[in-house]
């Protein structure tokens, strides 16, 4: 009798429990891996999106051809470049920030606040404003350089290929560091105030202090922020894309391929197997991630 | 005696290069948003002159009006509002059902469940971009609005679901017992109990959710491709001005303040449960 009443609950759960699903499911099948699966399917082919184009079957000769490709080779320096120095940058920043956060001083919620501006702008926007500032005529960062006699007058920052890439990096930091700081901000306030009362009456340094105590427990929330941001510097496609587009990414040449030369000829094909081999990429550090994570469910 | 005063000098010297640090930190964070509402106020004859300028002499509003009598801004700004609404509200059904789903139902397969919806999460956009535009053109969707909300709901159901997934389990579960032992139907529970319950939940991932949405570029510039259907973010992008050289970059400004101004508004409003729900769908594990 019991064990009868169980089943026919269950049932009841799993029945309510797929049709609560579905939509989401729906949603990300359509929308997420379906695309998926046929950019695979179409980077084995030869074809663009123009009719007329003639499809046929190529295999892994795209894959191939990417090798000799020394435009993808230097999107791919670009964007592991921009990589390693925006989320190196952008954790020591975040760090600083939030160890200032963490002290104590007047109208600290009102500064914590006012830090997540930069977070809270469209990225299309903020690379506007810089580009702005970093006018070759007008831009205040551009007049206080020549200024200052570091740039010769009337020299276009963003047009040089490290002169721009630099440019970027700082718009990159700029947005991202406050985020970096929010999640080791949340870090530091786990940390008991006892352990640093201890340690000053042992009469450890600050230095020390932070290297034996902060750092340690601090070193998970560390990991997890350095792989987020990590993942999303090796996607960046807007800050390229809108400020300069001499200095490419993968995303950027990925879509200059895929949308503008699929049309005027036999690109698209090609374009989707670049598109695997970003998601490859970023593949390997999302599993370094979720086993980083450990998530868990019940 | 002069142990405790050059201790508490040393106190002063450090509260002093605290606040320094503190100045220092908000100017640069601040200064580029102040730059734009400057330059914004600030005349042409002004902007376009070789000198630093911090705030303006003859301040004027006039690319403020300019901004909307002179390109379809307000439509820009109409279409944002849609996508970046209708993103929000379905996401957050879709997110809440799943989420209660996997939180409180027993059932089979629930870690692959949420395992593919989280994956999602950390797809590079641009490898699905060729082949959802080659779907969403085969649907008749580009140039539409369902043809945005559609791809925008499933890259933010991983953080709604997440975020909403860990609100519902920490609801008390004698709550739903005693809902089920008065006839309570375990959806009407979830209607009518658990949602109410979690509406602090449902307003950080809301807005967490509606910023995203608002703030996307990369699908919007692909789908959305006549300037009357561009969304904010690609509008401000594409700005150009009347000749191919010279861009109006007061108008540009006055549009990157009119679209901001809300969004900061919003975020100070809320940044105690924006930091919440940011660390939440980033650290919890």
Redesign the interface.
């Known amino acids: 009798m019991s064990t009868k009443i169980k089943i026919h ?2 049932k ?3 029945w ?3 049709w ?2 579905l ?3 729906l ?2 099948f ?7 699966i ?2 695979f399917w ?1 980077s084995l082919f030869s074809f663009g ?1 123009r009719p007329g184009i003639v499809k046929r079957f190529v295999g892994f000769d795209n894959y191939i051809r990417l090798i000799n490709d020394t435009r993808f080779m230097t999107s791919l320096i670009n964007t592991l470049i921009f990589t390693v120095i925006s989320v190196s940058l952008e954790f020591v920043l975040g760090l ?2 939030a160890l ?1 956060l963490n ?1 104590d ?1 007047a109208l600290r ?1 009102l ?20 580009k ?2 970093y ?1 070759d ?2 831009g ?1 960062v551009s ?2 350089l020549y ?1 200052l006699g570091w740039l010769a007058p009337g020299t276009p920052i963003l047009s040089n290929k490290w002169s721009s890439m630099f440019a970027i990096l700082a718009v990159d930091v ?1 947005k991202t560091a ?2 970096m700081a ?2 080791l901000l ?2 530091l306030q786990t940390i008991p105030s006892e352990l640093y009362e201890a340690a000053r009456i042992d009469g450890a340094s600050g230095w020390k202090q932070f290297t034996k105590i902060t750092l340690p427990i601090l070193s998970p ?1 560390i990991a ?2 350095l792989i ?1 941001r990590t ?1 999303d510097a ?2 960046v ?2 800050i390229f ?2 400020m300069n587009k001499s200095v490419e990414t ?2 950027v040449y ?2 200059h391929i ?2 503008d030369r ?1 049309f005027t000829g036999a690109w ?1 094909g090609y ?2 197997a670049i ?2 081999v ?2 490859l990429i ?2 390997i550090f ?1 599993i370094i ?1 979720i086993r980083s ?5 019940e | 005696m002069d142990l405790i005063k050059s201790y508490k000098t040393k106190k002063r010297i450090g509260k002093i290069i605290l606040y320094i640090f503190v100045i220092i930190m908000l100017i640069f964070y601040v200064f580029p948003f102040y730059y734009a509402i400057t330059s914004s106020l600030t005349p042409n004859s002004e902007l376009f002159s070789k000198s630093i300028k911090l705030f303006p002499k003859n301040p004027t509003f006039k690319n403020y009006i300019l901004v909307f009598t002179e390109r379809p801004f307000h439509q820009n700004i109409i279409n944002s509002v849609i996508v970046a609404g209708a993103t929000t509200i379905l996401s957050l059904v879709f997110g809440a059902f799943a989420g209660y789903a996997v939180a409180r139902l027993k059932m089979p397969g629930k870690v692959l469940i949420m395992s593919l919806i989280l994956a999602v999460s950390m797809f590079p956009q641009v490898s699905i971009l060729g082949a959802l535009f080659q779907i969403l053109r085969n649907m008749r969707l580009i140039n539409t609005y369902p043809g945005l909300i559609l791809p925008y709901i499933a890259l933010n159901l991983p953080l709604t679901t997440w975020i909403l997934h860990n609100f519902f389990k920490d609801i008390p579960i004698s709550i739903e017992e005693s809902a089920a032992i008065d006839g309570c139907s375990k959806f009407m529970t979830l209607w009518r109990i658990i949602i109410p319950l979690s509406a602090p939940g449902l307003v950080t991932t809301g807005l967490l959710t509606f910023i995203a949405a608002w703030n996307e570029f990369m699908f919007a510039l692909t789908f959305m491709q006549l300037p009357e259907k561009y969304t904010v973010p690609v509008a401000i992008a594409m700005f150009s001005g009347k000749t191919f050289y010279e861009l109006p970059w007061g108008q540009l400004m006055a549009a990157a303040v009119i679209v901001t101004v809300p969004l900061v508004a919003l975020v100070l409003i809320f940044q105690n449960k924006i930091v919440a729900g940011l660390t939440a769908g980033a650290v919890k594990g």
Do not use: E, H
């Open positions: 609950y269950k009841k759960d799993i309510l429990g797929f609560l699903i939509p989401a499911l949603a990300i359509i929308t997420a891996f379906f695309p998926l046929k950019t179409d999106l600083i920030t200032i002290a001083f919620g500064v914590r606040a006012a830090i997540l501006i930069p977070w809270a702008i469209p990225t299309s926007v903020s690379s506007q404003m810089w702005w500032m006018n005529q007008y205040i007049q206080i200024n700029w406050p985020f929010l999640l949340a870090g929330t997890v922020a987020f993942l090796l996607r496609f807007d894309y809108i993968l995303a990925n879509r895929l949308m699929a698209f374009g989707s598109s695997v970003i998601f970023i593949s999302a991630y994570l450990n998530l868990k469910f």
